[in-house]
């Protein structure tokens, strides 16, 4: 390891965790919901051109999953490993994995962008598209196709950063692509009367720059691992060592699709309003998620880096003040989000019905987010540490397992409130049975640290300053 391997080292694996996971959590939470935050913009501005328009934003969401699906898979898969490795002090290693990751995700969205747009329509009808919102959800992903490269690329770079425990590198692409949307969609929309084409192109721009941010980290060594295309390995076994790991984010984001394409198709039924609706509301509740999930991402580097160094206590120690930490700050952004829901929806649709059926679903929702913080946790530990076949199947839950069901099921005996409430009892479930795993899972390691040569390192340090 060089000074700066050794640097990086010492900070995951002796910080205490009450300052460490703040500091890598709070750069990524911000970098979460300033892209939450574009995307309730998006939401906003695109509003006002009516509710068949309103409702595409949600349509299109799911194609938006899909892409990121691969791109997480990726960049979890190689983050986690790279994480562990350099927590052994095996950058070489870590190099290899870096770049076999982003040129897969490089070539590999070209592919699946093209695939799309040859079934473009067909597709948007699959994923709930009405007559009247087609045309809308059609033109709006065409832009999100167009940018799929650079989205899927960006999640790879984004999230080997942040096991890196670059967090704020990180913020730093995915923060100015979301301020530059921000200023775009009015501009573009209405400046340029482009309409809900200006709010994908605008888009579209915002993810390119983004990427080349995030390229331009790596290319100029500000981060520990290197990409280079003469690191890309030949060895098949390493990418599929990076699917495998990254295989729970896959199935996550995959779910993330389904369950939109489930419920814009459960929804259909009681009109656009209903879908719109439901397109609101989840992006609301995708904006206070994604707090939780910036706290999770800050702890993914300390517990892998710490799995590897076999600091095993110090992992406990992080793994249940990230549950209290994302406790208190999911409860809090739920208990504000109970308190006004008419008026929240109404912000992005004044539309009586859309309001009606979302505020409903928005309190149904803000109850949810207190079960998640564990879940999430829990998901992201069993990843970051290797533990695929765990984190798989915790994965299928929230979105899959439950929720799809749910939704499919309890609209035949409460009618519209089963569609407002399933994310609540789906929630509740994930929770219950993440449980036991995380219990089995700590009796089986160590109780204790382990040694390390850290202490070496620490010691050698120690005497360079005292020559």
């Not at 000074?3 to 890598?24: H, M």
């Not at 194609?63 to 898969?77: E, K, N, R």
């Not at 992080?318 to 999911?330: D, E, R, S, Y």
Request: aromatic letters at 10%; hydrophobic letters at 50%.
């Amino acid at each position: 390891m060089n000074e700066k391997e050794r640097l990086q080292y010492e900070k995951l694996v002796l910080t205490p965790v009450g300052k460490l996971i703040p500091s890598l959590a709070i750069p990524t939470i911000i970098s979460m919901m300033v892209t939450m935050i574009y995307n309730l913009v998006d939401a906003y501005f695109v509003g006002k051109l009516g509710t068949s328009a309103s409702a595409a934003i949600g349509i299109v969401l799911g194609v938006q999953s899909i892409i990121q699906a691969f791109g997480f898979m990726l960049g979890h898969g190689a983050g986690s490993q790279i994480s562990i490795h350099l927590g052994r002090g095996e950058r070489k290693m870590a190099d290899r994995l870096l770049s076999t990751a982003f040129f897969t995700a490089a070539g590999f969205s070209i592919i699946l962008s093209a695939c799309c747009f040859v079934f473009l329509n067909p597709l948007m009808r699959l994923m709930g598209s009405t007559d009247t919102i087609l045309p809308f959800s059609s033109n709006y992903a065409t832009y999100i196709l167009i940018s799929g490269p650079a989205l899927m690329c960006s999640c790879v770079l984004n999230n080997v950063m942040r096991y890196e425990g670059k967090a704020v590198l990180a913020m730093a692409g995915l923060v100015s692509g979301g301020v530059l949307n921000m200023i775009g969609d009015p501009i573009l929309m209405f400046g340029l009367g482009l309409g809900i084409d200006g709010a994908g192109l605008s888009t579209a721009i915002s993810q390119y720059v983004s990427f080349g941010i995030l390229l331009y980290m790596f290319l100029t060594r500000k981060t520990i691992s290197r990409l280079s295309i003469r690191n890309f390995s030949r060895d098949i076994r390493d990418l599929l060592r990076i699917i495998r790991v990254g295989f729970p984010s896959l199935i996550r984001q995959m779910l993330n699709s389904i369950s939109t394409m489930t419920l814009n198709n459960c929804a259909m039924p009681y009109g656009d309003a209903a879908i719109a609706a439901m397109s609101i509301v989840g992006r609301i509740t995708m904006f206070i998620g994604s707090a939780m999930i910036g706290i999770g991402q800050g702890f993914q580097p300390v517990s892998a880096f710490n799995y590897g160094a076999r600091k095993y206590a110090r992992l406990r120690k992080a793994f249940f003040f990230t549950v209290q930490m994302g406790t208190v700050i999911l409860g809090t952004l739920g208990v504000l989000g109970m308190i006004v829901p008419e008026a929240v929806v109404h912000i992005f649709r004044d539309d009586p019905r859309v309001v009606e059926i979302g505020a409903v679903a928005l309190r149904f929702q803000c109850v949810a987010v207190f079960f998640q913080a564990f879940s999430v946790c829990a998901n992201m530990m069993f990843q970051s540490v290797g533990r695929s076949r765990e984190a798989s199947f915790l994965a299928t839950l929230r979105s899959g397992l439950f929720y799809v069901p749910i939704l499919i099921i309890l609209p035949r005996f409460i009618g519209i409130r089963g569609i407002q409430s399933a994310q609540m009892w789906s929630d509740m479930l994930t929770t219950l049975v993440c449980l036991p795993f995380v219990v089995c899972f700590f009796k089986e390691i160590p109780g204790e640290d382990q040694e390390t040569d850290i202490l070496y390192w620490r010691a050698c340090r120690e005497a360079e300053k005292s020559r």
